[in-house]
Structure formats: C-alpha cells, structure tokens
C-alpha cells in the first residue's frame, strides 16, 4: 500500500512539474511542450507558425486554420515581455504557452486601461511552431501557397452561406457573391464612375451589423464611391459593378477582398466574411482628379548656365 502511495506521489510531482510555467528575465510566464525536433530554433532563421491570443473567452487574434505567421527570427527586434525571449528554446513541432499580465503591459506603456483590458487580467498566448526555410524565396513561395489555400477556404464559405440562403448569385471574377435584387436603369457603376450608396454591413458568420448609414431604417446621406479606385475594399470594387442607379442587392465578400487578415478593430475581427446590402442610388461620372500644379525649372547651376540672349 505504502509503494502504491508512493508511486502515485511521484506521479503526481512529475505531472505538476511538467505543467509548471516558467518565467522569462522580463517576468512573461511561459511553458514549452516539446515535440519531435532535435535542434533548436536559431538567429537568422525564417520560420513559420500559428499563433492564438485570448483575453478571458474572447480570441483578439488567431492564425490556426488561416494564414500563419511568417518572419526571420531577430531576438534583438522581439524587446521585452514576449514570446521572442524564449523562441530559440524551441524546435519545429514545438507547442508554447504563454501569459501577458494586463498590468506589466499597462507599466510598459503597451497598452491602457480599458473595459476590455482589466486591472489583473492576463493575455493568454499559445504558438505551434510549422516549420523553417532554408531561404527568403523558399518562405515567400510557402506564404504564396498558404494565401491561396486561405481564399480558397473563403470562397467555399460564401458559396455554402448563399446556398444556405437560397441566393441566386453572380460571381466576380475574385469570389464576391452578388445577390442583384435589382440591376437598376442605364450606365453601370463601372470604373471612372461616381457611384451614391446606401449600405448596411454585417458578419457573415453572426449577422452582426458594425456599419450603415441607414441608422435604424432613417436614411443619413448616400456615400459616394468613386469606383475602381481603391477608395473602398476590392470587394465592393468589384460588386458595385454590375449595378446601375436605382439598383438594389447584396455583395457577399470573401475576408481576403474586405479586411483581411488584419481586420478592422474593434468591429471587424481578422478574417471576417463580409455582407453588405447596397442601394445605388445614383451613377455618374466622377469628377476628374485636382491638376497637380506646374511646378517652375530648377535655377541654373554652375554647369549648366543660362542661356544667353542673342
């Protein structure tokens, strides 16, 4: 009995140990579960991983199933109280846990005090280290193919959220869904035109709305696009398109053609499918860009002396 006590003891002190966080010189609490690998990570390297951080139950950011993150390792870059200090411990294969304590950020004067960032509150960090490259253009054709794989995740979302909605859709030729409920009368808001909208925008994945100016079904003022210009996301570049004025519908937008991997904080998180009901209530030309002035010739220098009257 008193061996199985035992036993059961110094399994229990090994579990504890093993799931005892360490601390960095700056204080960040971390823990390595180690992997496969055999080497570490080293100066100069380009690596790939997936990175998550949690603030209580809300995700502020989260690479795993999108786009990892990419970058050369630079520990003189990384600073203080992050990750960087501990990324030459580990390998590829290599899972970390770390904690980024509110109130060290808030001294450090990364970040203020809020409803969201509370006093004693940590940042909760996990990372999933993929993989190393050999070369920059290796790790830029990985990137390549990683975004790829990323639209392709995106655009078979929006095409089961129309089909869930029975939308009839046409598709431009980057994946925006175009739901024309309809086509309006005369010029299209094709590129070089001005185009009067009215709008509402919502996530895809909720139907939470973060945009309009139709303010509880009052009508503020149309916003003007001038189409083709990049004033607005690709995605409504592309939809607004294939409306002319008086046209009415939908543009169900594929987060690579909204927001992106960065996404638009605090509203629009990263990788947000993106769907905007839109009113054109006018198309016309847009005026033409100011003329940039005439600016006078350089004086003359020593080499090159005035021409002499004759």
């Known amino acids: ?43 100069g390297q380009m690596v790939k991983l997936h990175v998550e951080y949690k603030l209580r139950d809300s995700v502020l950011n989260n690479t795993y199933g999108h786009v990892p993150v990419f970058f050369a390792i630079d520990t003189a870059k ?15 294969g290599d899972k970390l846990e770390f904690k980024l304590s509110i109130d060290t950020l808030k001294k450090m004067g990364q970040l203020e005090y ?26 830029s054709a990985d990137y390549a193919k990683e975004v790829n794989l990323e639209k392709e995740r995106e655009l078979k979302e929006v095409k089961e959220y129309a089909t869930k909605k029975k939308y009839k859709t046409e598709t431009t030729k980057n994946g ?9 009368e005369g010029a299209k808001a094709d590129s070089g035109k001005l185009a009067m909208v009215y709008y509402k925008g919502y996530l895809m994945k909720d139907g939470k709305e973060f945009d309009s100016n139709m303010k509880g079904g009052v009508k503020g003022e149309a916003l ?32 690579m053609m909204a927001y992106g991997m960065q996404g638009s904080a605090p509203v629009i ?31 003359p220098t020593k080499e090159q002396p005035k021409e002499q009257k004759k």
């Open 269 to 299: 998180p990263p990788y947000a499918n993106l769907v905007f009901d839109v009113e054109i209530v006018d198309v016309k030309d847009a005026p033409p860009a100011p003329q940039q002035p005439t600016m006078p010739p350089p004086p």
């Open 224 to 255: 003007p696009v001038a189409v083709g210009t990049g004033s607005v996301i690709p995605g409504w570049d592309e939809g607004l398109k294939l409306f002319a004025k008086g046209g009415k519908g939908k543009l169900i937008i594929p987060a």
């Open 176 to 184: 925006v869904a175009v739901v024309i409920e309809n086509a309006g």
């Open 78 to 92: 990384f600073g203080k109280y992050n990750f960087g200090e501990v990324i030459t411990k580990c390998g590829v």
């Open 114 to 139: 809020s409803k969201d960032f509370k006093r004693g509150d940590f940042i909760n960090g996990r990372i999933e280290f993929l993989k190393v490259f050999a070369t920059e253009a290796d790790m």
């Open 1 to 43: 009995m008193r061996i199985i006590t035992t036993i059961l003891a110094a399994s229990t002190l090994l579990f504890a140990s093993c799931n005892k966080f360490e601390k960095t010189k700056s204080g960040m609490p971390y823990k390595i579960t180690k992997g496969s690998a055999k080497e570490k990570l080293k100066q």
